[in-house]
């Protein structure tokens, strides 16, 4: 049983690192200027929940 939670951590674990360059590739702050308001201004047509 010991083995058995080694090694699922260890799986775990390298799920996770391998997924923080994901995390770090998309950044707010090189797509948008967060001091500059965007405004959109159109008609509703549909909304579907």
Do not use: Q
Request: avoid cysteine; charged fraction near 20%; glycine fraction near 8%.
């Amino acid at each position: 049983m010991r083995f058995r939670f080694g090694a699922e951590l260890i799986g775990v674990t390298g799920l996770f690192l391998a997924a923080l360059p994901a995390l770090a590739h998309h950044s707010f702050a090189a797509e948008y200027d967060a001091n500059k308001p965007v405004i959109v201004k159109g008609v509703i047509a549909k909304v579907d929940l």
